[in-house]
């Protein structure tokens, strides 16, 4: 789940339709919304949010320093026109980055993927490891193979690789596929998406590579993976 610190609804719209086409969730809050959210949630639902994109909002500044309290995930900040000052500001307050519109979302995802390695650690490119999974919306490379799946699978295995071998809830990964304020989808419903995507890797690979305990929750084995650098593809999209 991305979070989207945007005043305007209409923005915020277009971006949720732009990055669910990508296969990624969006939930716009306001900067109190926000810093309610932050105060008042546990640990497991703070977890499920995976990077926050800051536009026009209010107190966004302030709100930066709270998050980076609380969270240690990608935190970007979206300017309407090239501004040192607010450039400046927004480093100072522990933004991790800053890029101005119009930007692409390819790029976006890019970004948020190349800082959430950074700051989790995801080691980089293995050959010798079965599962590589890229996080920019590109579907996973299983045996050398690319493994053609549906959006929320491949969110679902993407946030099991993001958390490096930790245990994430059935709560944490429904937030990370549908967005935590979304009332209106049954929370079982992961189970079904998680069973298929564990079928496809055990019919490829002969073993699940997904472990699941009950009342602990499941893990992605960190060992039968790699995350692919993505630099290049930064390259290419900023040429």
Request: net charge positive; glycine share 4%.
């Amino acid at each position: 789940m991305i979070i989207l610190l945007e005043d305007r609804l209409s923005v915020a719209e277009a971006y949720k339709q732009q990055f669910k086409k990508k296969g990624e969730e969006v939930v716009r809050l306001l900067s109190s919304d926000m810093i309610s959210w932050l105060n008042t949630s546990d640990i497991l639902e703070l977890l499920t949010a995976e990077a926050i994109l800051i536009g026009e909002c209010s107190e966004s500044l302030s709100t930066v320093k709270l998050i980076k309290q609380r969270l240690k995930i990608p935190i970007i900040a979206l300017l309407e026109n090239r501004s040192l000052d607010m450039l400046i500001k927004f480093y100072h307050h522990g933004v991790d980055d800053v890029v101005v519109k119009p930007v692409h979302i390819d790029e976006l995802l890019i970004r948020i993927a190349t800082i959430k390695r950074r700051l989790t650690g995801i080691q980089i490119h293995r050959e010798e490891t079965p599962i590589s999974v890229y996080y920019d919306g590109r579907d996973p490379v299983i045996l050398g193979n690319q493994l053609s799946l549906p959006r929320r699978e491949r969110r679902i295995l993407e946030y099991l690789a993001s958390i490096h071998g930790r245990r994430a809830s059935k709560s944490q990964l429904f937030g990370a596929v549908y967005g935590l304020f979304d009332e209106h989808i049954d929370e079982n419903v992961i189970e079904s998406h998680i069973c298929k995507l564990r079928k496809k890797l055990r019919n490829i690979l002969g073993f699940d590579p997904i472990d699941c305990r009950r009342y602990l929750g499941y893990r992605l084995d960190k060992k039968h993976l790699c995350a692919v650098p993505v630099s290049s593809q930064l390259d290419k999209i900023a040429s």
